[in-house]
């Protein structure tokens, strides 16, 4: 069945296609781990501003970029916009426990390497986060937790100086209109789950997705937008949702039956891919999916975490699981985040709840969910959905939480306390 968001209908059938999404099946099932190897993966963007709160910008020496070359001899490899030239513009720093990258609007994100524990990668960030301020607070500046930049205007936040971005931007314009939001004045906390085979990824896609709107809630930490107080909830969520409904959202057909790892690679596919590489030239690739641009018979390892970094989806595979809905949070709130993602997700009974509980779901439940919570927050009538209201719900999937953390890492339990806190007084980040 052809989906509402699916494109090229007409080279769906094409061997081409075929070979490739078999590529793409073969990589999924690369990721499967056993259960003792399974491990957590985490995201954190941040937003460096001002004495005035005014986003710093990229270029020069007390710009962003100036900021990475400070940190440059605590890292052990420069990322460089031209990889082949090592005076292009500094835009990320690698070593053996992080990764520090730059989103499109100068936005900070500190990629941890994979890790079980949490105290470890409490470890991990304790180091780059003091590094980080260093640095910062000799330039008077403060790296913010925040979902959205807090002053400036996006209309003055320059891109970084990669053609891709550019040629995105150019792009969103006319899919959407808050594609100039999302690049570059948003900032995530995003965290990968692994999977153990093709049945337990989708079954985590299909309750992730399901969860989402009520993660977005639960994070919700945007209190500005371009420069005035935030009157609904979960902005970063509604920005997101108007984008470009090809590449947003959940992935077409997830609660279909029978959806599996080939049905995602197709959409993955046949999509628009906005942009390709070819030969280190990049080509904008406008409403043309993957199958037009690449040699399917072919795809490198490159091309295929490219094609897949262009869907934009709440919940999205790789060679693993990423829950993308979370704003940007100060690290104690990312902990319990984390710790509440880990007792649900890789506990089996509660993932098993879960998917029963959702199995009612479609593909017009996340949206509706979505914008009732935007407006109504724990207002929201959702109990067609969740079977209880907004907080009575968070406060069980804590709960739930707490049980799996005690069979996994009864030590992590007590990080929860602080979602507990929010949910029981159906208040926000941004609202408190």
Same mark, same amino acid.
């Given at each position: ?293 690449? &040699? ?6 490159? &091309? ?57 779901? &479609? ?70």
């Amino acid at each position: 069945m052809i989906t509402k968001n699916s494109s090229h209908t007409a080279a769906q059938d094409l061997p081409s296609l075929s070979a490739g999404i078999h590529i793409l099946v073969d990589y999924f099932k690369s990721g499967a781990k056993s259960k003792d190897n399974r491990r957590l993966g985490f995201e954190l963007e941040q937003i460096i501003v001002d004495a005035n709160n005014h986003t710093v910008p990229f270029a020069g020496a007390t710009g962003i970029t100036g900021i990475l070359g400070r940190l440059s001899p605590l890292y052990e490899k420069e990322i460089r916009a031209d990889k082949n030239d090592s005076s292009s513009p500094l835009l990320g720093l690698s070593r053996k426990d992080a990764i520090v990258t730059l989103e499109p609007g100068s936005q900070f994100e500190f990629s941890s390497m994979p890790f079980w524990n949490l105290q470890d990668l409490s470890t991990v960030w304790d180091k780059y986060q003091a590094e980080l301020l260093e640095v910062t607070s000799q330039l008077n500046y403060k790296p913010l937790t925040i979902g959205y930049q807090p002053h400036t205007l996006v209309a003055d936040i320059a891109l970084l100086p990669k053609e891709r971005y550019q040629m995105m931007s150019q792009h969103f314009m006319s899919t959407g209109n808050h594609g100039i939001n999302m690049m570059r004045g948003t900032a995530s906390t995003q965290v990968t789950i692994d999977y153990s085979d093709e049945a337990d990824a989708i079954k985590k896609m299909r309750v992730a997705a399901a969860l989402t709107p009520l993660l977005s809630l639960l994070t919700d930490n945007t209190a500005i937008f371009e420069g005035n107080p935030v009157k609904d909830c979960i902005k970063r969520t509604a920005i997101w949702n108007d984008v470009d409904p090809a590449r947003s959202m959940i992935p077409p057909g997830l609660f279909d039956a029978g959806y599996n790892f080939a049905a995602y690679g197709r959409t993955a596919l046949t999509a628009p891919i906005i942009l390709f590489d070819q030969d280190g030239v990049v080509s904008y690739a406008g409403q043309k999916g993957a199958v037009d641009c690449y &040699d399917m018979n072919h795809l490198t390892l490159d &091309d295929i975490e490219h094609i897949l970094s262009m869907l934009f989806f709440d919940v999205r595979l790789r060679n693993y699981v990423e829950i993308r809905c979370a704003d940007s949070m100060p690290f104690p709130y990312a902990l319990a985040y984390l710790a509440l993602i880990k007792g649900l997700f890789y506990d089996e009974q509660n993932l098993d709840e879960l998917s029963r509980q959702f199995s009612h779901f &479609d593909e017009e439940s996340i949206p509706t969910i979505k914008g009732a919570l935007i407006k109504d927050g724990y207002k929201a009538s959702v109990e067609d959905y969740y079977g209880q209201d907004v907080s009575s719900f968070m406060v069980d999937l804590i709960s739930r939480a707490r049980r799996g953390l005690k069979q996994l890492s009864p030590e992590e339990m007590s990080h929860l306390d602080l979602l507990e806190s929010l949910a029981v007084t159906k208040t926000t980040l941004a609202k408190g």
